[in-house]
């Protein structure tokens, strides 16, 4: 399994796209679940899930393999037991339903002066009361219907229902188009933590249903005789009739409240489950990173090796290694973007004596980009041998292409090189030579720029190599 830290290396912008999809689809479904039974039993096959990838992680082969069979039964009891839930979703996912938004919903516009006209005298009289407006989402999954009338909508019904004398007064009415179908409805409560000690059971319960679909409530407060207006998980108070009514016919004829405007913003849906939210987004990232984790790729490559920190007055004689086969580990992407010169060996010759020296490579030796890791070092071993230097000065002799002018002399800037190699091999040497200069050019240029050649081998010149010396052609003084 991949470090944590070769995780955040590899990551790219495809696999975020990757992960924020699979995040906004499991804050969808829990979204949906959250407050309903089947919350409970989602929650502990996840549960289930976190256990198994961790006793995958761990090492614990029995517990795994069991679990790992036992995956293909939870699978067929998850669409047996979500079977209702599992079909509203869809139908709630379907792309028909938001091309239907765009129409005005079919609602008679006297059931709004009615319910104007009902929760005014509710409200004077402070008489709570709690109606649900079903809209494009089905809400069998949701409300617990208490009894079916399929009755005419009217102020005078709802008056009479939500009297305290009257035995259906607890719950919800449930309203579809200008029926009322059902009376004493149980809705799932919100589990907004953050939500006001002074909001009760009414208020939760308008919350809870329009946080899992697009239902429009309405909330009458039996304490303060406040109107509220519900959708999308946010409630507006209205004081005066004609904002109520004007916000009811936004909600029923044209799809959109106050509500849903001013809750638009990006900050607001932020802050709207935020928790939920990032819930979401881990699961999301820790299901990415262990189901597929970063996708490795292995690449064979010949590193250059280079020698440091070889002491002054010491040389490597005879033939050595300059380069070592490296096979590297990382993400197709960032094997794909090495450059040349990105991955070295670095061997340290601080510590050499005059001799043969052993000396061993080791990842910690192969200098890699992050995201990269080390899979094979071939060869692993070598050997150096290291001698005493000596270093003098030695004169620079031009390697002429034909024969200079008689009366012209040839002059060479610098003269003189400081070079270095063993002492045997520094005593046969008396000079330096350089590439060859064409005589003719030389007259017609006057002057030119040309490298020394090193000879014989093992001879260094201590400058940056290749040197290169001006060769000048001038007048012989009289």
Not at 333 to 343: T, V
Request: positive net charge; hydrophobic residues 45%.
């Amino acid at each position: 399994m991949q470090t944590l830290k070769d995780f955040f290396y590899s990551i790219s912008a495809t696999n975020m796209v990757d992960i924020a999809i699979m995040a906004c689809l499991i804050y969808f479904v829990l979204a949906w679940f959250r407050g309903t039974k089947a919350f409970q039993i989602l929650a502990t096959l996840l549960g289930i899930g976190f256990f198994y990838f961790a006793a995958s992680w761990l090492g614990l082969i029995l517990t795994s393999v069991l679990f790992q069979y036992l995956w293909a039964a939870i699978i067929v009891v998850v669409v047996i037991v979500f079977q209702p839930e599992i079909r509203e979703m869809l139908d709630r996912a379907s792309p028909i339903r938001y091309l239907n938004q765009s129409q005005p919903t079919d609602v008679n516009p006297n059931v709004i002066e009615e319910t104007v006209l009902a929760v005014a005298d509710l409200a004077r009289t402070k008489l709570g009361a709690l109606i649900v407006f079903q809209r494009l989402d089905k809400l069998d999954n949701l409300v617990l219907t208490g009894k079916l009338i399929d009755a005419l909508f009217s102020s005078e019904a709802l008056t009479m229902i939500f009297q305290r004398t009257s035995p259906l007064h607890d719950g919800a009415v449930l309203v579809r188009k200008d029926r009322i179908k059902a009376v004493s409805c149980i809705l799932p409560l919100s589990k907004d933590e953050d939500l006001g000690s002074h909001y009760g059971t009414r208020h939760r319960a308008a919350l809870g249903l329009t946080e899992r679909s697009d239902a429009l409530c309405v909330v009458v407060s039996e304490e303060r005789g406040e109107v509220s207006l519900v959708e999308a998980g946010k409630m507006t108070i209205y004081k005066t009739k004609s904002d109520f009514r004007q916000a009811l016919e936004r909600g029923l004829v044209l799809g959109k409240t106050d509500v849903q405007s001013n809750g638009a913003s990006l900050a607001s849906l932020l802050r709207s489950n935020w928790r939920l939210k990032i819930f979401s987004f881990a699961t999301a990232t820790l299901l990415w990173f262990v189901i597929v984790g970063p996708q490795s790729s292995e690449l064979g490559i010949s590193v250059p090796i280079q020698y440091t920190n070889l002491p002054a007055g010491m040389e490597i004689t005879g033939k050595w290694m300059d380069r070592v086969d490296v096979r590297v580990r990382g993400t197709e992407s960032g094997l794909a973007n090495l450059k040349p010169g990105s991955i070295r060996a670095v061997l340290d010759l601080s510590n050499v004596i005059t001799g043969l020296n052993y000396f061993r490579i080791t990842n910690k030796s192969i200098q890699v980009p992050p995201g990269v890791t080390i899979a094979q070092i071939r060869p692993s071993d070598l050997n150096l041998h290291i001698e005493t230097a000596l270093a003098k000065k030695i004169s620079v002799l031009p390697t002429l292409v034909g024969d200079p002018p008689e009366q012209a002399r040839i002059s060479i800037t610098p003269s003189e090189v400081r070079v270095r190699a063993l002492q045997d091999d520094l005593k046969k040497v008396t000079s330096v030579t350089t590439d060859p200069v064409n005589v003719a050019e030389l007259i017609g240029k006057g002057k030119i720029t040309v490298s020394v050649v090193v000879k014989p081998e093992g001879l260094k010149i201590e400058s940056i190599d290749p040197l290169q010396v001006t060769v000048a052609l001038k007048p012989e003084q009289p």
